[in-house]
């Protein structure tokens, strides 16, 4: 579902951060995204999501080889693939059901019609009681909890999490992972960036990591 062929990334003029990537993410998949710190996990998961263009090789995405695509291509492709930033990107002027039914509303769908799923889902991630506070009143973890729904609420197809247990306690991160687990047996593909090896540890996956700016794969 995407597809990466010798991919290699510079910023600029400077080195090449990645080289030679080559692999595949498979529908319905499950993968960890390791390597130490400044390996380019950040960069490879922007790939990912489109927000970068490999300076060389190709990527394809849904079936889209997406040196093909313009800019106006972009938002529909992206809209079947969740990411969760390291930084959660909430909106503080809006509820956390606000922000999380607010990729469906960019989209125009009526309040009607999506408000029982999204209070499902902050069901779901165990945010039910919290549904109606501003994001500057929530702990770290309801706050990366908020930004998982977020990015679930469309449905996507892959699930992009950077980092997901990187401000979060091991109990909470134990729970994430968990949440992960059930995406992937309800039929999205998951890929967490993560340098954290105990989280690693609690799920038998594959592992995908960079060192030195390319990639090598445990199955
Ligand atoms: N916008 C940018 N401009 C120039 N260089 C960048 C930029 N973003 C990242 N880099 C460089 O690319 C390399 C990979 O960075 P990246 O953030 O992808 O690594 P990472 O594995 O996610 O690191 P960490 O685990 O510390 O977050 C680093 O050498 C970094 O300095």
Redesign the pocket.
């Given at each position: 579902m995407i597809k990466f062929e010798n991919v290699g990334l510079r910023?600029?003029m400077?080195p090449e951060?990645l080289r030679d990537l080559t692999f595949e993410i498979a529908p319905r998949s499950f993968q960890f995204l390791t390597?130490?710190?400044?390996?380019?996990?950040?960069?490879?998961m922007r790939l990912l999501f489109l927000s970068l263009r490999p300076t060389r090789g190709l990527i394809t995405v849904f079936g889209h080889e997406t040196s093909r695509l313009g800019r106006a291509d972009l938002p529909q492709l992206r809209r079947r693939i969740g990411v969760v930033f390291?930084d959660f990107r909430l909106l503080d002027h809006l509820t956390t059901y606000e922000n999380v039914a607010l990729p469906l509303r960019v989209v125009g769908r009526e309040e009607a019609e999506y408000r029982a799923d999204v209070v499902d889902l902050l069901n779901w991630v165990g945010l039910g009681e919290r549904m109606h506070v501003l994001p500057p009143v929530l702990s770290g973890g309801e706050k990366q909890r908020a930004a998982i729904a977020r990015a679930l609420i469309t449905k996507p197809e892959v699930l992009l999490a950077d980092?997901p247990t990187g401000n979060v306690d091991p109990p909470l991160a134990r729970r994430l992972l968990r949440l992960f687990v059930e995406l992937n047996r309800l039929g999205t593909s998951v890929v967490i960036?993560t340098?954290d090896l105990t989280l690693m540890e609690q799920f038998d996956a594959r592992r995908m990591i960079?060192a030195d700016g390319r990639i090598q794969i445990d199955e």
């Open positions: 910023y600029g400077g951060v390597g130490p710190s400044g390996a380019g996990k950040t960069s490879l390291q980092e960036a340098h960079l």
